[in-house]
């Protein structure tokens, strides 16, 4: 919709309908549906530049999708729980990383995650399955994973990362 005018500018139908943040790269943005596919397309007329499927579910999550934008990487998880990392340009596949058995897609409704947050070097988030974990950035391979049971967004401070926990404790990493 055009901001001065109120005018349609164009409108996409779509088989699914999306359940992740929206995020913006030049002349792009990105979304996340419920069957657990990343879409990219133009801003200017709504065509799809690419699509990055990855492992359904049984289940629809109640958890929205999270997604991060670093250098040229466009990372995002999944209702299965599921980091992918993809050129942010091509649509190719970097590197993706499972943190859930494959039993979890019984109990992707249930499941619940943090939004994905990051620094310099690594990535970071929570679940409601007792896991807080740092990723690497650039390999997708897995840092550290420490028993905090939270799906609420970590902050970053300096070299220290804030959350609470589904029962209220304040954790300082």
Same mark, same amino acid.
């Given at each position: ?19 992740s $943040? ?14 657990n596919a ?6 200017n007329d ?5 699509k990055? $499927?990855?492992?359904?579910?049984f289940?629809v999550?109640?958890?929205?999708y999270?997604i ?18 993809v ?8 590197? $993706?990383?499972?943190? $859930? ?28 399955k ?19 049971n939270?799906?609420?967004?970590p ?16 954790y300082?990493?």
């Amino acid at each position: 919709i055009n901001s001065e005018t109120g005018n349609l500018n164009w409108s996409q139908n779509s088989d699914y309908p999306f359940n992740s $943040q929206i995020k913006f790269y030049k002349d792009k943005f990105f979304v996340v549906n419920y069957k657990n596919a990343l879409k990219c397309f133009y801003i200017n007329d709504g065509r799809e530049c690419w699509k990055v $499927q990855t492992d359904e579910s049984f289940t629809v999550s109640n958890s929205k999708y999270s997604i991060l934008i670093k250098d040229n990487l466009l990372i995002f998880n999944n209702s299965i729980g599921d980091i992918t990392a993809v050129d942010i340009i091509s649509g190719l596949i970097e590197w $993706q990383q499972p943190t $859930q058995k494959s039993s979890i897609t019984n109990e992707a409704y249930n499941f619940n995650f943090s939004k994905l947050v990051s620094d310099k070097d690594s990535i970071y988030f929570s679940n409601n399955k007792n896991e807080f974990y740092s990723i690497d950035i650039k390999t997708g391979t897995t840092n550290w994973i420490n028993k905090i049971n939270s799906n609420i967004r970590p902050i970053l401070i300096s070299n220290l990362i804030f959350t609470i926990s589904n029962e209220g404790y304040l954790y300082v990493v």
